[in-house]
């Protein structure tokens, strides 16, 4: 499985931007994708997972408390790509941000449940 990121860039506070993780390779119809991000000097967290089960069209979403109400994830399974809204932007989510793939659900917060990643994206906010 490779995962490919894009949409990251230079953006004012209360700005947007919406980030995107291509998907391709062998994937099964269940897994969870999620984006954790990584500021310089600090470990990397995650910020937001989606999963999805294909044949009970059953769909969980999860978030970082501090980006609740800005941040929604969602995911085309037939583009195989997951996409991050990013709304009311703060300088504190400047960070390099990796996309990640488990197929194994549910949604999980630990980087060590996740085998696949991509490439970072960075997304700088200025004040």
């Known amino acids: 499985v490779q995962l490919q990121a894009s949409g990251g860039g230079l953006v004012q506070a209360g700005g947007s931007l919406r980030l995107s993780c291509a998907a391709s390779?062998?994937?099964?119809?269940?897994?969870?994708m999620a984006w954790f991000r990584q500021a310089p000097g600090q470990e990397r967290t995650f910020v937001a997972g989606?999963?999805?089960?294909?044949?009970?069209?059953?769909?969980?979403?999860r978030y970082l408390d501090s980006v609740k109400g800005r941040f929604t994830i969602s995911r085309d399974n037939a583009k195989n790509t997951m996409y991050l809204q990013m709304n009311s932007l703060k300088p504190e989510d400047t960070a390099l941000y990796y996309c990640?793939?488990?197929?194994?659900?549910?949604?999980?917060?630990?980087?060590?449940?996740?085998?696949?990643w991509g490439q970072g994206t960075q997304v700088t906010v200025s004040s």
């Open positions: 990640a793939l488990s197929t194994t659900p549910p949604v999980s917060t630990r980087r060590d449940r996740y085998r696949y």
């Open positions: 989606i999963s999805w089960d294909l044949y009970r069209q059953y769909s969980e979403s």
């Open positions: 390779g062998r994937t099964s119809s269940t897994y969870v």
